[in-house]
């Protein structure tokens, strides 16, 4: 949409036209069968259609390239392309030319001029060309002002200006979920995983040339978009990354704490940074748009004071025969707790052992590794259940139910490894 200021005599004539790539041609095929009146005329008048691919006239889509015809839509992420073309429609030569352009956002305003020096002269019937480029960063409306400033023969300084505007669309909704991986032998490595839904919210196919995943300096990442086939690795999106209009597609990433922050992670609380998704994508004829959000941030979970995790556990053992597990007690509090664990017996799960013995003083952020005995009467599936952890200095227990599950076989049943 332009919109100008009241007109005035000018000597010089400004022409805006963005760039961008040409579409193919299409037209409307009409046809019918040969028994119908006009017979053959309709096929024969396609098959002489320069526009129509030959074989193939039916089909809308033809050989031929058509330059836009309008301002078109622009997306976040694209590149704003324009051409800039000054004019001396007179029969005298002007000097002192100078020729702006401003982008205006809702936020800010940007010089995108190559050039801030002014022309010299420009004589009748010649032009002062400028091509701008410009990554679109910000959603909304924007206004592209084009200034152009000269002297005439006369010594009059004149000046106009030329407002377009233009509304910048978002062309992906990405949407992101966190899930936290408490698995029996992953507690230590607090593995993160996070899903990613993009949609598709242009008009016309995307190609997804890249969608990946920057972590923060605390993580390592893992893609989880494609699998082993043969020895390669293929995308479980199949060898064509397109993404049809209001299409989504989910990603999946797997996060793992660092080495030097693994003992940090599973301690840590509040909000933390996981990192930021790159996009990359190409529509028709290759028309390149990128895309990063902001740092990804999710909640840690809430252990409480005191946090009570599996190290080892066998995923099957035999019916009344005694097992070991490896638990890990971490102190989640910025207090010193004295603690005395006690083990309850359930329906299913018989502790062995003393249960109400003394495990000792634990530092704020220290952990304590116990190996602990126990055995099963019920087969089948059975949860783990019955840990009592008090904590003398404030008399307060902490119960842990359901710690992890344990398939009951008989033992006359051989186990295979």
């Known amino acids: 949409m332009e919109v100008n200021p009241p007109k005035q005599e000018h000597l010089l004539a400004l022409k805006v036209m963005r760039l961008t790539k040409p579409t193919l041609f299409t037209n409307i095929p009409v046809t019918c069968e040969e028994k119908d009146l006009p017979g053959d005329l309709f096929n024969q008048l396609m098959r002489d259609d320069p526009s129509t691919v030959n074989g193939a006239e039916v089909l809308m889509l033809g050989e031929m390239l058509t330059l836009p015809q309008n301002f078109g839509n622009i997306f976040l992420g694209e590149t704003f392309s324009s051409y800039i073309s000054v004019h001396n429609d007179s029969n005298q030569v002007v000097k002192d030319i100078l020729v ?26 010649c032009c002062i060309d400028d091509v701008i480029h410009h990554e679109v960063k910000e959603i909304g409306t924007h206004i592209l002002v084009c200034a152009v400033s000269y002297t005439t023969q006369a010594g009059e300084k004149m000046y106009f200006r030329k407002f377009f505007k233009f509304q910048v669309l978002k062309p992906l909704d990405v949407k992101t979920k966190f899930y936290n991986a408490e698995s029996d032998l992953s507690s230590v490595t607090d593995e993160v995983f996070l899903e990613a839904q993009i949609q598709n919210m242009t008009t016309s196919p995307m190609f997804m040339e890249k969608v990946s995943l920057e972590p923060s300096i605390m993580y390592n990442v893992t893609e989880l978009n494609s699998v082993s086939q043969a020895g390669e690795s293929v995308s479980t999106f199949g060898s064509r990354a397109y ?5 989504t597609r989910q990603y999946l990433y797997c996060l793992k704490p660092k080495k030097e922050f693994a003992e940090k992670a599973g301690i840590i609380k509040g909000v933390t940074v996981i990192g930021k998704l790159d ?21 840690a979970p809430g252990y409480g004071d005191v946090r009570l995790s599996l190290e080892a556990i066998p ?11 490896t638990c890990k007690i971490t102190n989640c509090s910025e207090r010193t707790m004295d603690l005395v664990l006690e083990m309850c017996n359930t329906n299913s799960i018989h502790w062995c052992g003393i249960s109400g013995r003394q495990l000792g003083k634990l530092h704020p952020s220290s952990s304590l590794c116990l190996a602990l005995t126990l055995l099963s009467s019920v087969q089948g599936l059975q949860s783990i259940s019955g840990l009592r952890l008090t904590d003398t200095f404030l008399k307060r227990t902490y119960e842990y139910d359901d710690i992890a599950q344990v398939c009951v076989i008989s033992s006359a049943i051989k186990v295979e490894s």
């Not at 982008?103 to 004589?123: D, G, Y």
């Open 100 to 125: 702006k352009a401003d982008l205006q956002t809702s936020s800010q305003r940007l010089n995108l001029s190559a050039s801030n020096a002014a022309v010299a002269e420009l004589k009748p019937d």
């Open 243 to 247: 993404l049809q209009p209001m299409d």
């Open 279 to 299: 996009i990359v994508w190409k529509t028709n004829l290759g028309e390149r748009g990128r895309l990063q959000t902001s740092q990804l941030q999710r909640m």
């Open 315 to 325: 995923d099957t053992v035999n019916l009344e025969e005694p097992f070991h597990i």
